[in-house]
């Protein structure tokens, strides 16, 4: 009798897939969640994209599972031509009539075998949650990791009752299920690209509205969105609704700064294309970060009242100048403390080319912005520094001080080592040298016939 482990039998037909996500492996989790009573009908593709597609289907009765949902279930006995059916059907009326008073949910399945989006480790690498996460470039372990990233980050929003999201249900490997937010006739809510403005003052309440929002994701939900555009907001109900937060990471994340920056970028320049005025980039940074707004006197968790601070105080964008404000904004280096300065920027901070944050917006706001005063960070526990291109003006007297402390350092010349940098006179004597050498060793040299000699009578005598 053998003991010994059978030989696997694989086949591409367990990992192919129908419509980029539903594979034989995505089925068994469907399997599961239908018999466990999550959901229950699926009714068709929703819309595709370049991580997942979405899915609608109707709730299930969990109460009558409720007492098994961590026993193991028997996932090998599944119809998956009867399931593959059952989710390429559109929606019968009748049915959808009998299931009116059921929950629609909206099935979001993450795409495993052909992966357009292939950037996930930045947004996961340096955040604080999935310090333990190993095997990131294994395709499927990485699509859990980021399913599982999507359904905390959306709990964390919707908990937090301060920005609208759809609710989360459940989550199982790389499915992901949350509320479905349709209109009425069955279809999904449109897209903030999608949406038909009524008059030009609609247009300007969204997009204080959504001001508000980034602000209110990164001081109460404690999060930055890293890809937030009109792609990714729905408006229902008349308003609007933040969906796709798989990317979004920590205040403490590393490029955290730079994922707001990218996100004010893609709110003004959509806006800006739709014919309104838009404020500087630099100013809603400042708004974004700043713990106290001065001169605000209502709800620091309440959009409406944010909304209502943001239309009245912050400056319109309307010259040139401005324009390079924000060109210069875009371009500086953002570090979250000194602790993140290379050894190589050291020398350039005492230099002047370096300065806080809170300097630098008062400075700027005494010379572009009178009406921005309000905008100066009173947080001490975290400073934030900035790396500007241009040239500044000549330092302080104590910088002068330390420099003058260090020029003796300074002045010593570095010896640049190696053969990269090394002279050609040189270069050329050290290759005559290596020549020379290796001559005088083939002088001594051990003639090859006569060493397989003694190596053979070596072998003989043994």
Not at 160 to 175: A, D, L, T
Not at 330 to 341: A, Q, T
Request: aromatic share 10%.
């Amino acid at each position: 009798m053998s003991f010994t482990k059978g030989k696997t039998n694989k086949d591409k037909a367990n990992r192919a897939t129908v419509e980029n996500v539903l594979d034989p492996r995505t089925m068994k989790f469907l399997k599961a969640l239908t018999s466990r009573g999550v959901i229950s009908d699926f009714n068709g593709c929703l819309s595709t994209g370049k991580e997942a597609n979405v899915y609608h289907a109707f709730a299930g009765d969990s109460k009558l599972h409720s007492d098994d949902t961590d026993e193991p279930h028997d996932d090998n006995n599944i119809d998956e031509e009867a399931l593959k059916e059952k989710l390429e059907t559109q929606i019968n009326p009748e049915e959808t009539r009998l299931q009116k008073d059921k929950k629609e949910y909206a099935v979001k399945i993450f795409k495993t075998s052909i992966l357009v989006f292939k950037d996930r480790e930045r947004y996961v690498d340096g955040e604080f949650r999935f310090r333990n996460s190993r095997s990131q470039h294994n395709p499927r372990k990485m699509i859990k990791i980021w399913a599982e990233k999507e359904f905390r980050n959306l709990r964390r929003i919707y908990q937090s009752n301060v920005i609208p999201v759809p609710k989360p249900i459940e989550v199982k490997n790389n499915v992901l299920i949350m509320e479905f937010l349709n209109r009425g006739d069955g279809f999904a809510s449109p897209r903030l690209r999608d949406y038909p403005y009524k008059d030009r003052e609609e247009v300007i309440h969204y997009y204080h509205i959504a001001i508000a929002y980034m602000r209110l994701m990164y001081q109460v939900c404690r999060l930055v969105h890293a890809d937030l555009s009109e792609y990714n907001i729905l408006i229902h109900n008349n308003l609007m609704y933040i969906i796709d937060v798989s990317q979004s990471v920590e205040p403490e994340h590393p490029m955290s700064l730079d994922f707001l920056r990218m996100d004010i970028k893609n709110i003004n320049m959509y806006f800006d294309r739709m014919g309104i005025d838009i404020f500087p980039e630099r100013v809603i940074f400042q708004f974004i970060i700043s713990e106290t707004l001065d001169k605000f006197t209502g709800n620091y968790n309440d959009y409406n009242d944010l909304r209502d601070y943001v239309a009245k105080t912050l400056p319109i964008k309307k010259t040139a100048q401005d324009e390079a404000e924000d060109e210069i904004f875009r371009s500086l280096y953002l570090v979250r403390n000194l602790e993140g300065l290379e050894e190589r920027d050291f020398d350039r901070y005492t230099d002047g080319k370096f300065d806080l944050l809170k300097s630098l917006i008062a400075h700027d706001n005494e010379k572009n912005f009178s009406a921005a005063e309000q905008f100066e960070i009173q947080d001490d526990d975290e400073e934030i520094v900035l790396s500007d291109n241009n040239d500044e003006e000549d330092t302080s007297a104590d910088s002068d001080e330390s420099d003058s402390d260090d020029e003796g350092y300074e002045s010593e010349e570095k010896v640049l080592k190696g053969k990269k940098h090394e002279d050609k006179d040189e270069k050329k004597q050290r290759k005559q040298d290596a020549k020379d050498a290796k001559r005088e060793k083939r002088k001594t040299k051990v003639k090859k016939h006569i060493k397989k000699k003694l190596v053979k009578k070596t072998k003989s005598k043994k």
